[in-house]
């Protein structure tokens, strides 16, 4: 079945770097965007990152521009999040999201499949 | 960017009962606009997408309306596995954003 699995979350001091993964399955991996979403201890959901389905173009919040990459590698099926420099405020659950679309908004079907989400705790 | 108002923020109800839900954008996001339901300690769940679409297998006690900045949620007939809380979320352009939330509790 259609299915997102991440890994990589845990907890790291303040400054320090991670990087998630996202294993998809059930899907052609190479026609879909991909984004990160989390969502911070007791509360809403944001918007992280996008890649386009080919990996050549990618889109971030403000709150995360500059510290961290989206990539995908479309041969593993596999989606990444490299996270530098990271504060407290980036302490989250953070899932790993499909949308039906290859390429820029507006996207039209929503985003249909969630992963179960890593957390990721930033604490010295 | 394009702010997503939702209200209320919570929301005391029965089984059996009317809910609805508002969503209010910044700015006008065309059609754009999708639901979620999300239970504690697991990752949202599209429930409507293109603001009245319903995914396969939801109930059709869910439904949406609305048009321009105004969006709503319906639950017809609140059943006890409703009791979860509920985003918006605009896809009309990037930063793509999501209303706060709106927490259906148990009355």
């Known amino acids: 079945q259609v299915q997102l699995v991440e890994s990589g979350g845990g907890v790291v001091q303040p400054g320090r770097s991670l990087r998630l993964s996202c294993a998809a399955s059930g899907f052609t991996f190479s026609h879909y965007c991909m984004n990160w979403v989390r969502q911070g201890p007791g509360k809403g959901l944001e918007w992280v990152a996008v890649i386009w389905s080919d990996g050549r173009n990618q889109y971030y919040a403000d709150s995360v521009k500059g510290r961290f990459t989206i990539s995908r590698d479309n041969s593993k099926n596999t989606l990444f999040l490299q996270m530098n420099s990271l504060r407290a405020e980036d302490t989250a659950v953070y899932y790993c999201?499909?949308?039906?679309?290859?390429?820029?908004?507006?996207?039209?079907?929503?985003?249909?499949?969630w992963g179960q989400g890593t957390t990721v705790t930033v604490s010295s | 960017d394009i702010q997503l108002t939702q209200s209320p923020s919570f929301l005391s109800a029965s089984v059996g009962d009317r809910v609805t839900i508002t969503c209010r954008a910044s700015?006008?996001?065309?059609?754009?606009l999708a639901w979620y339901q999300q239970k504690p300690g697991k990752a949202p769940k599209l429930l409507i997408h293109a603001i009245s679409t319903l995914q396969s297998g939801v109930p059709s006690r869910f439904s949406g309306s609305g048009s321009g900045t105004e969006f709503t949620l319906t639950i017809s007939s609140l059943e006890p596995e409703d009791f979860a809380t509920y985003y918006c979320?605009?896809?009309?352009?990037?930063?793509?954003?999501f209303g706060g939330g709106t927490k259906v509790e148990s009355k």
């Open positions: 979320q605009q896809l009309n352009k990037f930063p793509l954003t």
């Open positions: 999201v499909r949308v039906p679309a290859a390429g820029a908004p507006p996207y039209y079907y929503g985003m249909d499949v």
């Open positions: 700015q006008g996001i065309s059609s754009y």
